[in-house]
């Protein structure tokens, strides 16, 4: 006899901000699941009738982990709008700012946010591999956290010199940035990054970015964990050898339909290669197939959110951010839109960023069982050996000519609207301006979060880590780590806590 459902609320702490997630479980699996984001902030509606640069001050207080991110889309936007292209070093060095926010992120949270649940003692106590995962990731005692803390602390002084300040700085500005470091900086950068490379080497791969550069499907990952014994015990290795064991490369798969709005454009002059102008492509992928990017096929569908109803999903330029009563009346559940590629669910992040842009591993992986918490994670963690030596090189492109210019004048923003869409550190990042009189009359922002954490939409169709979580066996009631996991897996950010909550 079928069970009924029970309830259970659990709290999951270590996730930027305010949401809760409703499980349904019968007979030991999570049978559906609701995505619920607890605040409304606005950010769309300040922006009307201010400034047509104000965006670039006020958009990234949006989020104090990638308020760069929130900078770059805003000030592509007004690129755009301004018909202007920036010069080389202007994007080198918005480039380079916004690699150290991205590497930065995926360290920490790998290690802070996510690996530290595999000290939970109910869960995993009894692996042979426990006393380790304590050593590394106990909460303010771990080995490894407090050196992750203190290494990627070092790195964000790149954007404190490049910038002023992290978070929240504004050294870009429409035609290119403030200014250029003089060679003392640009040394210190140069120093900064070579030490933090050399860590991230011995440390997280266990090997050179060379060498983990020839992994490139599941049999050469399995061969580079027998490899050596720093191969094993590094952080990747530590993980992979982890999640296995927790039947973490079996969970979590979700939509399996991946999106990628493309990422650091490259200057005219550039030793960089990359795909159609930027290093990473943009791109739409159904399992590894992947399809040309169109921004005209975004929409955002707030049948199940508590804003003022619609119609029809709208594209980001026609829809508005009105709030509505706050019930569950027609089955309304969050404060976050359901946004759609297509008015299809999809899941974005670094693990679409690698099948969009056909990384011989991670398409491997995903062809074999599809996505899972293991896949989407280890994306993250080894993300950096991709991004690292191009932002070396941009840096040493800098050195060789700090005196090249670094602005191109930009006169009144005419009245027009235009899209800056980036990948920020959790995934696609999008930021939709109209400018009329040099006011901003319309703005409209969808995050990572948005695109993974979304409630359903009009078809019933759930959010990216609603449908992920579908299916799973929780084996412990009292303790439904695995729901974590996947969760977790997608790097949350709703800016304070996350509860999961079990019906």
Not at 282 to 287: I, Q, S, V
Not at 326 to 335: I, L, M, P, T
Request: aromatic share 8%; charged share 25%.
């Amino acid at each position: 006899m079928k069970e009924k459902a029970t309830q259970i609320n659990l709290p999951l702490n270590r996730a930027e901000g305010d949401l809760e997630v409703l499980l349904e479980v019968k007979d030991g699996r999570l049978e559906d699941a609701w995505s619920s984001g607890t605040m409304f902030r606005g950010f769309e509606d300040m922006m009307k009738g201010r400034g047509a640069l104000d965006g670039l001050v006020v958009t990234p207080r949006i989020c104090g982990i990638c308020s760069l991110t929130h900078l770059t889309a805003a000030v592509e936007a007004l690129d755009k709008l301004s018909g202007v292209r920036p010069p080389d070093n202007a994007y080198r060095l918005r480039n380079i700012a916004l690699m150290v926010e991205t590497v930065q992120s995926d360290v920490r949270h790998s290690i802070l946010m996510f690996m530290v649940d595999m000290v939970n003692e109910m869960a995993y106590q009894h692996f042979n591999m426990f006393a380790e995962a304590k050593f590394r990731y106990s909460p303010m005692q771990g080995a490894m956290a407090n050196e992750v803390i203190r290494e990627t602390k070092r790195l964000l002084k790149i954007i404190a010199i490049i910038g002023g300040q992290w978070p929240h700085t504004s050294f870009m500005v429409p035609g290119g940035v403030t200014s250029i470091p003089d060679q003392t900086k640009i040394l210190q950068c140069t120093m900064i990054i070579k030490k933090f490379i050399s860590w991230y080497e011995k440390n997280i791969l266990g090997c050179s970015l060379a060498r983990w550069g020839e992994v490139a499907n599941n049999d050469d990952l399995d061969n580079w964990l027998e490899e050596s014994i720093e191969h094993r015990e590094s952080e990747v290795g530590f993980m992979l050898r982890f999640l296995r064991m927790a039947g973490l490369d079996l969970i979590g798969s979700g939509p399996n339909r991946y999106l990628c709005f493309g990422n650091f454009p490259l200057p005219d002059k550039t030793d960089v290669t990359g795909i159609n102008g930027k290093l990473l492509a943009a791109g739409y992928a159904e399992g590894t197939a992947v399809d040309e990017f169109s921004d005209d096929l975004i929409s955002e569908d707030v049948s199940h959110s508590w804003y003022e109803q619609q119609d029809e999903p709208l594209h980001p330029f026609e829809g508005g951010t009105v709030p509505s009563a706050v019930s569950n009346e027609n089955g309304r559940y969050s404060w976050v839109k359901a946004p759609r590629y297509d008015g299809k669910v999809v899941e974005t992040g670094p693990l679409a960023e690698m099948i969009v842009n056909r990384n011989p591993l991670f398409v491997d992986l995903v062809e074999r069982q599809g996505s899972s918490v293991l896949s989407r994670q280890l994306a993250r963690l080894v993300r950096p050996a991709l991004l690292l030596p191009n932002l070396m090189k941009w840096l040493e492109e800098v050195a060789q000519d700090p005196e090249a210019p670094f602005y191109e004048k930009v006169g009144a923003i005419p009245d027009g609207q235009s899209a800056g869409l980036v990948q920020a550190a959790r995934g696609a990042l999008g930021h939709w301006i109209k400018v009329v009189d040099e006011r901003i009359t319309h703005y409209q922002v969808i995050t990572p979060t948005a695109w993974n954490g979304s409630p359903r939409d009009r078809q019933k169709n759930r959010g990216a880590w609603e449908e992920a979580l579908i299916g799973t066996e929780i084996k412990n009631e009292e303790n439904p780590i695995e729901a974590g996991h996947i969760v977790r897996s997608f790097d949350p950010c709703l800016v304070c806590a996350v509860h999961t909550v079990k019906k």
